[in-house]
């Protein structure tokens, strides 16, 4: 499964930016989606995972309250919507996909076999 990011943009504090990720010539509604972040000299992250079917849904504590993640299996296509954006959420997003017949939404960034290219994030103060 290839996977495509986009969304990503310059914003202010405060502001909104809605990242989507589809992948391309194949579908994904039998995967666990996750986001992830990398930041400027730091280790990629995780930001939020959300089950096959969309039912469940899990986030880090930096970001729960402000992003929501959800996925649109109709559309074959995983968003995440950002709201209250920080200086400190800047990073590029990455979406990743993991094959499973399980309700599963995991943390741990080696569970994911399939990655997009990720697409910037920039909020400004």
């Known amino acids: 499964v290839q996977l495509q990011a986009s969304g990503g943009g310059l914003v202010q504090a405060g502001g909104s930016l809605r990242l989507s990720c589809a992948p391309s010539?194949?579908?994904?509604?039998?995967?666990?989606l996750g986001w992830f972040r990398q930041a400027p000299g730091k280790e990629r992250e995780f930001v939020a995972a959300?089950?096959?079917?969309?039912?469940?849904?899990d986030y880090a504590d930096s970001v729960k309250g402000r992003f929501t993640i959800s996925r649109d299996n109709a559309k074959n296509t995983m968003y995440l919507q950002m709201n209250g954006l920080k200086p400190e959420d800047t990073a590029v997003y990455y979406c990743?996909?993991?094959?499973?017949?399980?309700?599963?939404?995991?943390?741990?960034?080696?569970?994911?076999?399939?990655w997009g290219q990720g697409t910037l994030v920039t909020v400004s103060s």
């Open positions: 010539g194949d579908t994904f509604n039998r995967h666990a």
């Open positions: 990743a996909a993991k094959p499973t017949n399980y309700a599963l939404k995991p943390r741990n960034e080696n569970e994911y076999p399939y």
């Open positions: 959300v089950s096959r079917s969309g039912g469940s849904t």
